[in-house]
């Protein structure tokens, strides 16, 4: 087993460093909280709890309210990759996330806040088994802002998640439904 050492590169990536010297770059790019581009494509996973009706929500340092664990598409990158990539970054488990899985597309026009571009949010929807639930720990590679997590019941969402952010939850839970014919595209968390 190769021992690796994780820092963040000047150019906002995490780096893994093996004991020959081999660099193997990881896609945390922080990048894109500094200096967005002007329209990002972003990878969200609704994970549930293996038995209880919750919903994963991640603590961030210096947010305001609970995120879905996710984030940016890197070039060239699908949102079914990025999102398998990055829960495995910040929760350091292995979600076999398929094409099923995508439950809703939730546009997010720009607004005044520095780092909220326009953008389109594609929201997988997953059951935990109880191993990965177990499992499941904030990654020193995800980096600082990465504080831990909470099982939040859903009806609960709205005390610690933004308005869109239940919306948009609560529509992808719902489009997982069996037999559901709810809509599957949004625009901040709404049927568009």
């Known amino acids: 087993m190769i021992s690796r050492q994780v820092f963040f590169a000047p150019d906002g990536l995490a780096v893994l460093v093996g004991k020959r010297a081999r660099?193997?770059?990881?896609?945390?790019?922080?990048?894109?909280?500094?200096?967005?581009?002007?329209?990002?494509i972003g990878a969200q996973a609704v994970l549930l709890h293996p038995t209880q009706g919750q919903v994963m929500v991640l603590r961030m340092r210096g947010r305001r309210c609970g995120w879905?664990?996710?984030?940016?598409?890197?070039?060239?990158?699908?949102?079914?990759?990025?999102?398998?990539?990055?829960?495995r970054l910040q929760l350091g488990i292995?979600?076999?996330?398929?094409?099923?899985?995508?439950?809703?597309?939730?546009y997010s026009p720009a607004n005044r806040e520095p780092e909220a571009r326009e953008g389109y949010n594609f929201?997988?929807?997953?059951?935990?088994?109880?191993?990965?639930?177990?499992?499941?720990?904030?990654?020193?590679?995800?980096?600082?802002d990465l504080l831990g997590y909470d099982w939040v019941n859903l009806g609960e969402l709205?005390?610690?998640?933004?308005?869109?952010?239940?919306?948009?939850?609560?529509?992808?839970?719902?489009?997982?439904?069996?037999?559901?014919?709810?809509?599957r595209f949004l625009t901040q968390g709404l049927v568009a």
């Not at 660099?23 to 500094?34: A, C, G, Q």
């Not at 879905?68 to 829960?87: F, K, Q």
């Not at 948009?168 to 709810?182: D, K, L, Y």
Request: glycine share 8%; aromatic share 6%.
């Open 23 to 40: 660099k193997e770059t990881i896609f945390m790019d922080r990048s894109n909280y500094v200096s967005p581009p002007p329209r990002r």
């Open 68 to 87: 879905l664990p996710g984030g940016h598409c890197a070039p060239d990158e699908s949102a079914i990759v990025a999102v398998g990539r990055i829960v």
């Open 158 to 183: 709205a005390n610690v998640c933004l308005p869109y952010h239940v919306r948009r939850i609560t529509r992808a839970v719902e489009a997982c439904e069996p037999g559901s014919t709810a809509a």
């Open 94 to 106: 292995a979600v076999p996330f398929g094409g099923a899985d995508l439950a809703v597309v939730d």
């Open 123 to 144: 929201v997988f929807v997953r059951r935990l088994s109880a191993e990965q639930a177990g499992l499941a720990r904030p990654q020193e590679v995800a980096g600082p």
